[in-house]
């Protein structure tokens, strides 16, 4: 369907129905206003500027859009969610990305931002204001909102109640799409047991059951079952086909130590790298097992049908501090690259769900480089499966499952370095030469948090989670001499908090391909599921 470029017509018809219908008894003969002589012409200052041009051209663009209504058109789905991707990062990382491109940064496009429908949505659990990211997964993979810290279970199972969970679980998206016979994936840069990947194949009542380790011996003797144990036994069609990630060490026992030294957490004896194999290594089937950089790009994509890659033993590292990992590991874009080139070869179709999951530890950890450039990387995997489908029979949406208290504040001049101190305009409106002080003569800068550890000044170093080994030090600093820009630089933080916090507000959603369009709005989060559901013909009607 096209939009109706006469609105105009169709509307002033559509006035003259309802007129007549509403009075039947001799009506007045009605009389429409004289056509209006056109507007103002307009001064060649604002039709040459580009601004004005590149506005009617959108436009344009925008009325040439297809939408696609019918059901189940959209074969393939993919949902990436940025975890903790509020719109304050989405635009911070914007500026970031076009600036380490030798842009001024405001007007750069993420790959995302070019799609075609765009939405806001509303984030909050059933029992708190500003979520967690337990159960607002639920809610976007199974289409019903709940409590904070379950997966997949209804919203009266009180947490870590094993008893309650197995008698209210619910049913996932990639559960439904594995019983009609597709394909289905789950990439993370966090554990493929936290709580955003767990959402898309576990029901449990505390997102902490990461393995055995995490659960109480009543809920064991309950016959609750750990995260990792779930994943590798999925009941849905024929279990998870493609699985990238971290959290190794919630497959491997307390007895083995992994490739880069690190000992696993199970204490049942249960090797679940070594279940999986057997699982699906069958003879029939080929399933591949990765752990590195090395093994990841030795995959024979024509001849896996199942793939794991377990790439570190908690979460993968920060995409700027990724060349330090010990046995090497793949970049966020080169797994979701990977991922639909092995789920194309099923004709069925694939659901594949692909989480940022580090955006939000940069954020807790109170470092913007992180967070932003874990953002940027994103994106480019974004750009990826954009490149790699059809708008056609493939359905991508793009979201957060929460925002962060991440600020962009004071005046800096266009193109302020993003990560930098606000320098800002003079009064003819061209940049000052020094950064801008505040009432207690201090420079500040453009990005702050609300709360969290607050400033460090770690210099090169480029894994944020360092920060946790040093004090809280909220407040104002003395910045004068730091370098804000740098890998190290933390953030000032107004409320002293042992690790920075969600935050409340609405998030954004991009989409492209088939029901795109019914993104559009402020919707629940729990909307996102039926979008899918519908577009991708996922229930029986
Ligand atoms: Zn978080």
Sequence with gaps: MQFNKFIPTSLAAALLVSACSE???????????????????????????????????????????????????????????????????????????????????????????????????????????????????????????????????????????????????????????????????????????????????????????????????????????????????LAAGDGIDVAMGGGRRHFLPESV???????????????LVQEWQQRYGDGVTNAVYVEDQAGFDGIDVAATDKLLGLFESSHMRYEADRGNDIAGEPSLSQMTGKAVELLEKDEDGYFLMVESGRIDHGHHAGSAYNALNDAVEFAEAIQVAMDATSAEDTLIIVTADHSHVLTIAGYPTRGNPILGKVVGNDSHGEPESAPATAEDGLPFTTLSYANGRGFADLGSETDADVRYGLPVDAGRQDLTAVDTTAPGFHQEALVPLESETHAGEDVGIWARGPGAHLLSGTNEQSYIFHVMARSGGLLAD
């Design 257 to 271: 130590t992994d490739l880069e030294g690190k000992t696993g957490r199970r204490q049942d004896g249960r090797n």
């Design 23 to 233: 009075d039947r008894s001799n009506p007045p003969p009605v009389t429409l206003p004289e056509p209006q002589p056109t507007a103002l012409s307009l001064p060649a200052q604002q039709l040459e500027s580009p601004w004005f041009s590149d506005g009617r051209a959108t436009v344009e663009a925008a009325r040439e859009q297809v939408i696609n209504n019918t059901p189940g058109a959209a074969k393939n789905i993919i949902l990436f969610v940025g975890d903790g991707m509020g719109i304050s990062t989405v635009t911070a990382a914007r500026i970031l990305a076009g600036q380490q491109q030798g842009m001024s940064g405001e007007e750069y496009q993420l790959s995302f931002e070019k799609m075609p429908f765009a939405g806001l949505i509303k984030t909050y659990n059933t029992n708190q204001q500003t979520p967690d990211s337990a159960g607002t997964a639920t809610a976007m993979m199974a289409g019903v909102k709940t409590k904070a810290g379950v997966l997949n279970v209804a919203e009266d199972v009180p947490r870590g109640d094993c008893a309650a969970s197995q008698q209210r679980p619910l049913v996932t998206a990639l559960e439904l799409a594995e019983s009609l016979g597709k394909s289905t994936g789950v990439v993370s840069t966090a554990r493929l047991t936290h709580a955003t990947p767990a959402a898309t194949y576990a029901k449990v009542p505390e997102r902490g059951w990461e393995s055995d380790d995490g659960l109480s011996n009543d809920a064991k003797a309950g016959g609750c079952v750990d995260i990792a144990a779930q994943m590798v036994a």
